[in-house]
C-alpha cells in the first residue's frame, strides 16, 4: 500500500450503562455498588441448578424510555436469549441477553455537536442484558479474586452504526448519551464506578472507499479522555500496520494507559462461538399501548431541547446554554435561580463561574451545595440594587457556601453595606490621592491607564465596600480639579 494513501477511520459505539434500579435484573439482590465481596448474591444471580430468573420491570421500563428518547422503534414481543461462553467473572457459564433482530429497540438516533456542526449517529439496536462480576489480579503473582455482587445487574447496552469517524465525534457521542441516561433518570452515569462503559469498535480505510477494514474492539473504557485517547491511539495503529502493508487483526483491546498503546486481549471470537439461543427459562415480553403511552408520556425536555430553550427564552449564549444543561441538576438549578432573581444572565454567570469553581475545589455536586437557588437570587438582587458591589458579593458568596448562612446575615454581621455617599468616598479619594503624588503628577500628564490605580487603590482603602462607578466618578473628578 503506499504511503501516500490517506485513510480515514469508521467507529461503531458500543456503551454499556447499568440501570438505577434497586434490585438485580432476575433476583431480588440489593443492585447497589461496592459492599463487602459477594455479599449481594443469591442463587439466581449465581446460575445454580433449581434456581429461575424473574425480570425485573423498572429496568424493562428503563430501557424502553430510553430507546423511545432515541426515537427508536420499540419491539413488542421482544425476547432473552443466552449467550454462552466460559470466563471466571459469570458463574453460570452463561449471560442472559437479548440477540437478533427483536431488541427492545431498533432503528434510532443521537444528534452530536462537534465544532459547531451537528452530526446523526444511528442507533442500531437498545437491547437489556445482565452484568458480569469482577475480577481482582493481585499484583506480584498469578492469583485473582472475583466478586459476584455486579452479577446480574441489569445493564443496557446501546449499539450505534459505524457512523462516528474520530476519536472527538467519539468522546461527543458518549458524552451526549451519558447526559440523555442521565436526565432520563435510569441511569447514574458513574463511569468511575463502572455505571457507564465505552466499547468503540475501530476500523480505517482509504479515503473515498465504502468497504469497511477489519475492525477491532476497544474494551470497557470507563471515562471520557481515556476513550479519546485509546481511539485515537488505536486508529493510528491501524494506520501503520496498513502502511507496512500488514493486515489489521480482529481483536478485542484494552487500554494501556502507562505506555498509551491498545494491547491485544484476545483474538476475537465470532458470534456463533456463543451458541446463542432462547433463554428457556423467560418468557417472551409483550408490551401494552397503555404502558408504552405511560413511559412515552413521561420523557422529560431532553439537553439539546433545554439548551435551545434557554436560548430562547433566557437570552443565553449557545456556550452557556450547553453548559448549564450538561447535568439536569445544574440546569434545574440555574432555572430556580434565573426565576426568581429575574436576571438570567447574572444567574448564569455565578453558576457557571462563582458556584462551579466553589464545587470543583471541594468535589461537590451541586445537589449538596448549602446555597439554595433563592439565597443565590437575594444575593444577585443585592449586588443590583447597590446594597453591595459585586467584589464584596463574592466574598459573600464564599462564606455563604462554607456556612450556609443567607446573605443579608453575613452583611448585617460584617457590615458590609456598600459606601454610596459621594462625600465619604470623596475623603478616601482626596487620602489616596496625597499619598500618590507621583501617580497623580503622571496622571495629571496624561497617562490616563493610572485612572485603574487609583479607584483600586480607593476599594482597598474602603475595604470593597466603596461603590465603584461613584468611585470611579470621584477619583476622575479630582484629579481633574
Known amino acids: 500500500m503506499s504511503d501516500t494513501v490517506l ?10 450503562a447499568e440501570l438505577k434500579t434497586r434490585s438485580k435484573m432476575f433476583c431480588g439482590c440489593s443492585a447497589e455498588f461496592g459492599g463487602s465481596p459477594n455479599s449481594h448474591v443469591c442463587p439466581v444471580c449465581m446460575g445454580l441448578p433449581g434456581s429461575l430468573p424473574v425480570p425485573n420491570q423498572k429496568a424493562i421500563e428503563f430501557v424502553i424510555k430510553t430507546a423511545m428518547a432515541l426515537g427508536c422503534k420499540i419491539n413488542t414481543p421482544t425476547i432473552f436469549h443466552r449467550k454462552n461462553y466460559f470466563y471466571p467473572d459469570l458463574p453460570k457459564a452463561y449471560q442472559i441477553t437479548q440477540y437478533g433482530d427483536e431488541p427492545i429497540g431498533t432503528n434510532g438516533h443521537l444528534d452530536i455537536t462537534v465544532n459547531g456542526a451537528v452530526k446523526r449517529v444511528r442507533i442500531r439496536r437498545v437491547h437489556l442484558e445482565e452484568d458480569t462480576g469482577k475480577l481482582f489480579h493481585n499484583a506480584g503473582d498469578v492469583s485473582s479474586l472475583v466478586d459476584y455482587n455486579r452479577c446480574g445487574v441489569p445493564l443496557m447496552e446501546i449499539v450505534s452504526e459505524p457512523d462516528v469517524e474520530s476519536a472527538e465525534q467519539a468522546r461527543e457521542y458518549a458524552t451526549t448519551l451519558r447526559n440523555i441516561l442521565v436526565y432520563l433518570g435510569v441511569s447514574d452515569g458513574k463511569m468511575e464506578e463502572g455505571s457507564f462503559r465505552c466499547e468503540p469498535n475501530i ?23 481515556v476513550l479519546f485517547k485509546s481511539s485515537e491511539a488505536e486508529i493510528k495503529r491501524q494506520e501503520r ?15 494501556d494507559e502507562a505506555n498509551g498503546v491498545t494491547v491485544p486481549m484476545r483474538y476475537k471470537e465470532s458470534e456463533a462461538d456463543y451458541r446463542y439461543f432462547p433463554d428457556p427459562d423467560l418468557v417472551p415480553l409483550e408490551f401494552s399501548d397503555a404502558l408504552l403511552e405511560g413511559i412515552r408520556s413521561s420523557l422529560p425536555e431532553l439537553p439539546t431541547a433545554k439548551a435551545a430553550r434557554f436560548v430562547a427564552d433566557y437570552g443565553l449564549s449557545a456556550y ?8 439536569r441538576p445544574i ?41 439554595t437557588p433563592a439565597e443565590l437570587a437575594a444575593l444577585i438582587g443585592l449586588i443590583r440594587d447597590g446594597t453591595i458591589s459585586g467584589t464584596i458579593a463574592k466574598a459573600v458568596f464564599e ?15 460584617k457590615g458590609l453595606v456598600q459606601v454610596s455617599d459621594a462625600s465619604a468616598i470623596e475623603g478616601i479619594v482626596d487620602e489616596v490621592i496625597a499619598a500618590n503624588p507621583g501617580e497623580a503628577g503622571r496622571y495629571r500628564a496624561g497617562e490616563d491607564k493610572l485612572l485603574g490605580f487609583f479607584v483600586g487603590q480607593v476599594m482597598r482603602a474602603s475595604k470593597g465596600k466603596a461603590n465603584p462607578g461613584l468611585a470611579n466618578q470621584v477619583v476622575k473628578k479630582k484629579l481633574a480639579s
Do not use: C
Not at 500496520?241 to 487500554?255: C, I, N, S, Y
Not at 452557556?320 to 447535568?327: G, N, S
Not at 426568581?340 to 461537590?364: F, I, M, S, Y
Open 399 to 413: 462564606e455563604m457556601f462554607a456556612t450556609g448562612k443567607s446573605a443579608h446575615a453575613i452583611i448585617d454581621e
Open 241 to 255: 500496520l496498513l502502511r507496512r502493508g500488514e493486515k489489521v487483526m480482529q481483536a478485542t483491546l484494552r487500554w
Open 320 to 327: 452557556d446554554a450547553a453548559v448549564l444543561t450538561v447535568e
Open 7 to 16: 485513510y480515514e477511520p469508521t467507529i461503531g459505539m458500543e456503551t454499556h
Open 331 to 371: 440546569a434545574d438549578y440555574f432555572e430556580s435561580v434565573a426565576n426568581a432573581a429575574g436576571d438570567p444572565k447574572a444567574a448564569a454567570n455565578w453558576v457557571t463561574g462563582e458556584l462551579a469553581r466553589l464545587l470543583n475545589a471541594d468535589n461537590l455536586d451541586i445537589r449538596e451545595t448549602r446555597v
Open 203 to 225: 476500523s480505517i480505510k482509504p479515503v473515498g472507499t465504502t468497504e469497511l477494514g477489519t475492525r477491532t474492539e476497544l474494551k470497557n473504557l470507563n471515562s471520557f479522555r
